[in-house]
Structure formats: structure tokens, C-alpha cells
């Protein structure tokens, strides 16, 4: 019985003490750089696409919400003809993020997606695509992968290693 | 023609303002919970949230009024009915204050045997089982509890208790009679800690679990119309009704009820369920005693003291 007067009266207290929620269109939380939210498909350096349609993401992705198309340009680089993510299926597990080679697709830390029509929640590639390297900014695949692009040979670029000549023996 | 017309809009102006409450104590309680919760509740539609009250109406107005093919369909129409009826009906007795009040006449449990029964569902059926024992348990010594503060004004009339509590508040000479009271009338209005019938977190919803739309809504303003009455019950037995300094009596009143409903709310945002046998043993083996014995130390007194 005293217990439970003792309950009533700590519950009474915490008239006065602060509340916990977070008023949200008021007050905007704060969310890390890493938080998993809106996904978007950034550029290098250079303002080109990273993206080279390899189809890791659309692979990884497990509730199939990545469709895209793998097209060549005259330089022999890969770039996606079509990119399309369906934000309605999305469940932001960051999957795409961790199997793409180039960092081209990103989690960003946005979440206001709301829309009044389900259509709306397609994402073609002109609506994914940033200007700039999002959360990468000095990374480059063509430069450290050992793939020949234009004004480039194997072998060439920065962290990378002359290709092995896998005709010979020797070490 | 004024001995008409006065009371019809006495009893208008009542009913209206009861109803008001009723509806209004939901936003309230959701408020009330949050501060104690630390949290906000309802706070965006309207001033304070004020409004969300008319968009929950309007909501469930609009929803599909359901009623199930095996339900027993006049009784299951008629049951949400019965429990309005019946706590208007006690609203008629309450003197808010010393010139306005209706007349000098409890009949819940019928809605929740007959809602349960008539669901045709195994949990509404237990829900109105639990409600219907519990009622009728605490219903006795209810009765009992008030006879002290019966003896002592010497009357039954409400207003005449309310005059007898000139001197001194019921309350201190009676006050295990205004802790049985207390919680005999938690345990009549089904409310938080007492509220087994309904029990969300076992039952469903209890007896009025395959209620929807205006029918669920007439349960559960009801419900609250009972939290406003046993508060003004506590108020006009125990706490001088409208008696107070200074400030007019209907306003004394409407606060003493307030606090109570207040409390009530505390209640339900403080105390855990207690198990179905430990109410009932709680009921037949403590608080029916504790009652029947200050009825006897008050009538005694009374015999020594005051003849």
C-alpha cells in the first residue's frame, strides 16, 4: 500500500521534470554523415559518373528495388543507360552502398521522402544523380583499379600495380 | 411556463456540458499523461492540441460500423446505449451547486454483461466476465462506504450532505470510508489500474472488443462520463461539494472534480494491473471488511456522541 503511494507521488513529480520528446518539424535532429537515408549515385572528380554498371548493387539489393541498364560510351568506359531505384520497396539496409566498387551509390542523411503518390517514389537517374563525389570526395576507381581507360594504361595510376603477365612462371 | 421551460434547459445546459467534458477529458487525459510521462501527447491540432478531439470524432464517425454476422445484433446495438443512458441517468442526482441540480436515482454492469455476451467472442466474453464480477464486488461495499457519510448528515439527499459538511469535510471523520470509496469507484468505472475487463495488453479490448466506429466511441465516452461522475461523487460526499470561500460554488465544484479527475489520470499513468483473483480477494477480504467495520465504529459513535 505505501508503495503505492510512493509510485503516485514519484509519477507526480515528473510533472516537473523535462519532457524527452523531440519536437520534429521544429526541432531537426542531427544525424551523422553515415546515417542510412535518401540514396543518391554521386560523380568524381571530374564531374563524370561513377558508376560503371556493374549490377552489384541491383544483386545485393534484397528487395530488388534497383533496376538499371549497363551501356558503353565511345571511350569504352561503362555507365548505366538507365538507373532506377524504387523508393517504395526501399528498405535503406546501405546493402548497394557496401557492394559498389566505385562509391558511386550513397546513403545520405535525408529521410524526407514523403510523397502524395506512390509513383513519385520512382527515382530515374537524373533524380539520383549529385554533382559532386558526396562522401568520397578523393576517390576515383578508374585511378586504382588496373583498367585501361583513355590517356591511361594499366599500371598507371595512383596506388596501382603493373598488371601481372600471367603467361610467365617467374614470381 | 417557466417551471418547465427552466429545468428542460437546466437539464440541456447539464447534458451538454457533461458530454463536452466527457470528450474534452480525453484530450485532457492524453495531455496529462504526457506531462507525467515526459513526454507531450497530443499537441498539434489546434491551440494545444486542442482539436484533436474534433478530428478523432470526425474520425470515427466516418469509420465502418461494423457488426460482426455472429453477434447477437438488437443486444450488441443496444449495449454501448445502455452505458450512456445509465451514466446520464446518475448524472441527474449530482447538485452542482446549491440551486442547480435536476432531481433527486447504477446500472453499468448490464452494458458490459450484454456488450461481452452478445459479441459472440471468446475475449469479450471474458472481459465481461471479469467486468461483471468486479462490478458487482466492489458495487457492495460501495453502498457501504457511503453510509457513514449517510449517517452522519442524516440524510440520503446529496444537497443535504453537501449542507452537512459545514464545519469540517467528510472526509477526516470518514476517511477509510473515502478510501474504499476511492477505489470501489475505480473499480466501478473499469479505469487503469482497475481495469481488467478491458485489460488491452490480454484481452484485446475486452468486452467491447468487436465494437467500432460510434459504437466503441459511445463505450469509451462513457467511460469517462464515469470518471466525471464518481469524481463528483467524491467531491459532493467527502469533499464539501460546493463549499468554498470567495469563488461561487459551480466553480468550487468543477474544481474539486477536476482534481479528482486529475487524479484518476495519475492513476492510470502510475499503477500497474493487478492480478484478476487479487482484486476480487482484495475486494471480499480487505476492503469489504474495512467498510463494514467503520459503518459499524461510525454508527456507534454517532449513537455515543451525537444523540
New interface residues.
Given amino acids: 500500500m505505501w508503495s503505492?503511494v510512493q509510485?503516485?507521488w514519484?509519477?507526480?513529480l515528473?510533472?516537473a521534470?523535462?519532457?524527452?520528446?523531440v519536437?520534429y518539424p521544429e526541432v531537426r535532429p542531427r544525424l551523422p554523415a553515415r546515417w542510412r537515408g535518401r540514396i543518391i549515385l554521386s560523380r568524381d572528380q571530374a564531374g563524370k559518373e561513377r558508376c560503371v554498371a556493374c549490377y552489384l548493387c541491383a544483386a545485393a539489393c534484397p528487395v530488388d528495388c534497383i533496376a538499371l541498364q549497363a551501356a558503353q560510351d565511345a571511350s569504352g568506359r561503362r555507365y548505366p543507360a538507365f538507373f532506377r531505384i524504387n523508393f517504395s520497396r526501399c528498405i535503406f539496409c546501405g546493402y548497394c552502398e557496401e557492394a559498389c566498387p566505385t562509391y558511386a551509390i550513397q546513403l545520405t542523411p535525408d529521410f524526407e521522402m514523403g510523397e502524395w503518390k506512390r509513383r513519385s517514389l520512382i527515382y530515374e537517374k537524373e533524380d539520383l544523380l549529385i554533382s559532386g563525389p558526396g562522401k568520397y570526395r578523393d576517390y576515383n576507381f578508374y585511378e586504382v583499379s588496373g583498367v585501361a581507360i583513355e590517356g591511361k594504361n594499366p599500371g598507371e595510376g595512383i596506388d596501382d600495380e603493373p598488371p601481372v603477365d600471367i603467361r610467365s612462371l617467374l614470381p | 411556463m417557466t417551471a418547465i421551460t427552466l429545468p428542460l434547459l437546466l437539464i440541456a445546459a447539464i447534458l451538454f456540458a457533461v458530454l463536452t467534458v466527457a470528450a474534452g477529458l480525453i484530450w485532457f487525459e492524453r495531455r496529462l499523461l504526457?506531462?507525467?510521462?515526459?513526454?507531450?501527447g497530443p499537441n498539434r491540432v489546434g491551440p494545444f492540441g486542442l482539436a484533436q478531439v474534433l478530428a478523432d470524432m470526425v474520425k470515427i464517425f466516418f469509420k465502418e460500423d461494423w457488426i460482426p454476422p455472429f453477434a447477437d445484433r438488437p443486444v450488441f446495438v443496444i449495449a454501448p446505449a445502455v452505458i450512456i443512458v445509465t451514466v446520464l441517468m446518475s448524472f441527474a442526482i449530482v447538485p452542482f451547486s446549491r440551486h442547480i441540480m435536476v432531481v433527486d436515482l447504477n446500472m453499468g454492469v448490464y452494458s458490459v454483461a450484454l456488450a461481452g455476451w452478445s459479441s459472440d467472442n471468446k475475449y469479450a466474453l471474458l472481459g465481461s466476465l471479469r467486468g461483471v464480477a468486479q462490478m458487482l464486488s466492489y458495487e457492495v461495499f460501495m453502498g457501504l462506504s457511503l453510509m457513514g457519510v449517510v449517517m452522519l448528515a442524516g440524510s440520503y439527499n446529496l444537497s443535504a450532505i453537501v449542507m452537512a459538511q459545514e464545519r469540517v469535510w467528510f472526509v477526516i471523520p470518514q476517511f477509510i470510508g473515502f478510501v474504499t470509496f476511492l477505489i470501489a469507484g475505480i473499480a466501478e468505472t473499469r479505469r487503469l489500474p482497475l481495469d481488467l475487463p478491458e485489460a488491452e495488453s490480454e484481452l484485446v479490448a475486452g468486452y467491447h472488443t468487436e465494437y467500432s466506429s460510434l459504437k466503441f466511441g459511445m463505450f469509451f465516452v462513457g467511460e469517462y462520463m464515469g470518471v466525471t461522475l464518481i469524481s463528483a461523487f467524491i467531491t459532493l460526499l467527502f469533499f464539501g461539494g460546493w463549499r468554498g470561500p470567495v469563488l461561487p460554488g459551480i466553480v468550487w465544484f468543477s474544481l474539486k472534480t477536476c482534481a479528482f479527475i486529475c487524479f484518476f489520470i495519475?492513476?492510470r499513468?502510475?499503477?500497474p494491473r493487478p492480478r484478476y483473483d487479487q482484486l476480487m480477494a482484495f475486494a471480499w477480504k480487505v476492503l469489504l471488511p474495512l467498510a463494514l467495520v467503520n459503518l459499524l465504529a461510525t454508527g456507534a459513535i454517532v449513537l455515543a456522541f451525537f444523540r
Fill in positions: 503505492i509510485t503516485l514519484k509519477v507526480f515528473h510533472a521534470s523535462k519532457r524527452r520528446t519536437l | 504526457g506531462l507525467w510521462q515526459d513526454r507531450y495519475l492513476m499513468a502510475a499503477l
